[in-house]
């Protein structure tokens, strides 16, 4: 259990990361900066969208291990 703990965490933290960016985004004043912020935050939001699918696949590898168990 504390693995999955571990995982939400990260997509948590990857998501705020990528609100953060975003918010920062729209803050800046300087293009260069507007820009900076927006490369993070598609990379923060990459990293949230792996995070997610990894978490999707170890549920069903898991639900898939549960029902050969019980079968």
Same mark, same amino acid.
């Given at each position: 259990?504390?693995? /999955? ?11 705020? *990361?990528? @609100? #953060? &960016?975003?918010?920062? /985004?729209?803050? $800046?004043?300087? @293009?260069? +900066?507007?820009?900076?912020?927006? *490369? ?5 939001? $990459?990293? /949230?969208?792996? $995070?997610?699918? !990894? ?6 590898? &898991?639900?898939?291990? !549960? #029902? #050969? +168990?019980?079968?």
């Amino acid at each position: 259990m504390a693995g /999955a703990v571990i995982r939400n965490t990260n997509l948590e933290f990857f998501t705020a *990361r990528a @609100d #953060q &960016a975003r918010a920062e /985004a729209e803050a $800046a004043t300087l @293009d260069h +900066v507007r820009e900076r912020c927006r *490369r993070s935050e598609e990379a923060w939001n $990459a990293l /949230a969208a792996k $995070a997610a699918r !990894s978490e999707k696949l170890r549920a069903e590898e &898991a639900l898939r291990k !549960s #029902q #050969q +168990v019980t079968t």
